[in-house]
């Protein structure tokens, strides 16, 4: 388990406390493992963004109390002070009558994905704004990307477009490059 890629961890679900990490929780966060099982509160307070502390707090406590499986996203703090966007898939261990006792988790660093989320969400925004019709095809030429002004000047919307290939709305244009 040391070896992958995620940090692996163990809480107490009812002391909110850290049993067991993995090293990889140093290297991906900076912070000693010690810290992480010896802190009162640190994945709450030290951890969390303060901006996400609230919500995912809440959301924990909620789906624990329910002794139910979960998954969410959210945004830490490294101790280099770097904001990481981490994705946590807790599996909650029952006790005999039911109650949540233990939450076993992995923890995937997802900040690259979210970086390149944002960045094709401001690309798209930019290309809304612009007056010229504007689309994208991949290497087979089916488009993969049109913006409004395509759609008005191909008479046709996004759904319709994405996915065809686009000599099927120029086979002049193809029948000109044979």
Excluded at 83 to 103: F, M, P, Q, Y
């Amino acid at each position: 388990m040391q070896s992958l890629d995620a940090i692996v961890w163990e809480m107490d679900a009812r002391t909110w406390r850290f049993t067991f990490v993995s090293d990889r929780a140093e290297q991906l966060m900076g912070y000693p493992v010690r810290r992480w099982l010896e802190e009162e509160g640190f994945s709450q307070q030290v951890l969390l963004h303060p901006e996400d502390r609230d919500w995912a707090v809440d959301f924990c406590v909620t789906a624990t109390g329910e002794a139910r499986d979960h998954e969410f996203l959210y945004r830490t703090r490294a101790a280099d002070r770097r904001i990481v966007w981490l994705k946590d898939l807790v599996r909650v261990v029952r006790d005999e009558a039911g109650a949540a006792r233990l939450l076993r988790g992995v923890t995937v660093d997802v900040t690259r994905e979210k970086e390149a989320e944002a960045c094709r969400a401001e690309m798209s925004q930019i290309l809304e704004r612009i007056t010229d019709a504007f689309y994208a095809v991949d290497r087979e030429r089916r488009f993969i990307y049109v913006n409004r002004q395509a759609e008005r000047d191909l008479r046709r919307s996004a759904p319709e477009l994405l996915g065809r290939c686009i000599w099927d709305e120029f086979p002049k244009a193809r029948d000109a490059a044979s």
